[in-house]
Structure formats: structure tokens, C-alpha cells
């Protein structure tokens, strides 16, 4: 049987960084998933990530105390994590440990981007 890797890609969509996981985040590919995470998001003023979930095929305690942290830190730099295309069953996971809540998560990629808008300067189309 062939170890799952964890593949890890990244784009720019204006003012986001879209980050997009495919595969396990498990004790062979944690350390994978924390350095790309931390190099997107350390030295940046205010970065905001979304992160693509659709093809995460599992997270495990590690990894989701890892977005917790992220979370917390990126409040500090004055920046924003969306997370985007989360499983049911992921989800679940992250509702039982409270995180459903604290977590910005969405159905969408559109959804998730817009809301860094939502969350910035006042867009350009309100008042007149």
C-alpha cells in the first residue's frame, strides 16, 4: 500500500491567498501542512488565506490545533483564514472541539473570498 501525500498548492486572487490542500493532514505530512502554512502566513502584514478543503481527505488533532493557532495569529497580524469546501465529517470534528464557531467557514470559494471584503474597508458601492 502506497503512504498518501499531502499536496499543496497556492494562488493569488487579488488580496487573498488561496490555498488549496488535496490528501491527508496525518502525522507523515503535518510537518508539510505547517511549514506551507506558517511561509504564507509569517512576514506578511496582514495576509488573508483561504483555504480550499474540498480535496482534504482527513485532518488529524495536530493539524486542527495547527488552524486553531493560524486563527489566532492572524487576528494578531490583522489578517483573516477562511476555510472553504470543509467535509461534513471534518466539519463535525471541528464543531465538537468548538471551532465550528470560531473558524470563518464556508460552502464556497466565492463565498469565502467575498467575505474578506465584508471583513476589510468599507466597500466602494456603499454610501454614496
Same mark, same amino acid.
Given at each position: 500500500?502506497?503512504?498518501?501525500? /499531502?499536496?499543496?498548492?497556492?494562488?493569488?486572487?487579488?488580496?487573498?491567498?488561496?490555498?488549496?490542500?488535496?490528501?491527508?493532514?496525518?502525522?507523515?505530512?503535518?510537518?508539510?501542512?505547517?511549514?506551507? /502554512?506558517?511561509?504564507?502566513?509569517?512576514?506578511?502584514?496582514?495576509?488573508?488565506?483561504?483555504?480550499?478543503?474540498?480535496?482534504?481527505?482527513?485532518?488529524?488533532?495536530?493539524?486542527?490545533? /495547527?488552524?486553531?493557532? /493560524?486563527?489566532?495569529?492572524?487576528?494578531?497580524?490583522?489578517?483573516?483564514?477562511?476555510?472553504?469546501?470543509?467535509?461534513?465529517?471534518?466539519?463535525?470534528?471541528?464543531?465538537?472541539?468548538?471551532?465550528?464557531?470560531?473558524?470563518?467557514?464556508?460552502?464556497?470559494?466565492?463565498?469565502?473570498?467575498?467575505?474578506?471584503?465584508?471583513?476589510?474597508?468599507?466597500?466602494?458601492?456603499?454610501?454614496?
Amino acid at each position: 500500500m502506497s503512504r498518501a501525500e /499531502l499536496d499543496v498548492y497556492t494562488e493569488e486572487q487579488g488580496s487573498v491567498i488561496v490555498v488549496t490542500l488535496a490528501g491527508p493532514v496525518d502525522s507523515a505530512t503535518f510537518e508539510k501542512f505547517k511549514g506551507e /502554512l506558517t511561509r504564507l502566513s509569517v512576514g506578511q502584514p496582514a495576509p488573508n488565506l483561504a483555504i480550499d478543503c474540498k480535496q482534504l481527505s482527513y485532518i488529524n488533532s495536530k493539524g486542527i490545533g /495547527l488552524l486553531a493557532s /493560524l486563527h489566532r495569529q492572524m487576528m494578531i497580524q490583522m489578517g483573516n483564514i477562511a476555510l472553504f469546501g470543509v467535509s461534513a465529517r471534518i466539519l463535525k470534528t471541528l464543531e465538537l472541539l468548538g471551532l465550528g464557531k470560531r473558524l470563518r467557514i464556508f460552502d464556497t470559494r466565492e463565498e469565502a473570498i467575498a467575505s474578506f471584503e465584508q471583513h476589510g474597508e468599507t466597500p466602494a458601492d456603499g454610501e454614496a
